[in-house]
């Protein structure tokens, strides 16, 4: 049986913020919500499927605060992403935007899901992966996934994966297309859980 590569696509702001509103209260500790981004690959790789998967690459894409504006949270997430290039993951990084009220608005990210749009419909077309997955509930990023679906169907297959609970349902999907999506509780929250408090 042939095995099939398998690369995890982790938008890692959007994902964090799918499991505080899953499993949190604003009022928890900033930390609850992190996850291991490999330790995701190889639970989704672990899953039964009609196929043996090997976990070929975790790619995370996140968005980076400035360092002259937020020095204590821009070293807090340098060494986040120092643990995961650690790890063998591949981060991808885009800087912050930082409205003219800021800090009374909150900064913004600008150009993470286009570069996960881009990476994942790129890496399809050069046959990188044969089943890609998308850790992401932002809905920018069904033309990519449409694009991949539509045009390297013979090259691959995508699916998705969120968080999920009797409240939180929300998940990437196109109507008319059957899009497989691992389905993430709390118990898979805790066994891929980082509580590291990277302000320290």
Known sequence: MAIER???FLDDKNF???????????????FYGQINPLELGNLICSRPSKTRRQLQEVR???GLPDA????????AHMKQCARWRKDGVEVTTRVLRYPQ?????KAQQKGVDVALAVDFVALAIDSFYDVGVIASTDADLRPALEYVIKKCRNK??????AWFTQQTKNRLSIPGINIWCHRLNRTDYDAIADLTDYNL
């Open 68 to 75: 002259t504006k937020e020095p204590k949270t821009y070293s």
């Open 60 to 62: 995370v894409y996140t």
């Open 16 to 30: 964090y913020n799918g499991a505080r509103r899953a499993f949190f209260s604003n009022s928890d500790p900033h």
């Open 101 to 105: 009220d800021w800090p009374n608005s």
């Open 156 to 161: 691959c297959h995508v699916e998705v994966a």
């Open 6 to 8: 398998l690369v995890l």
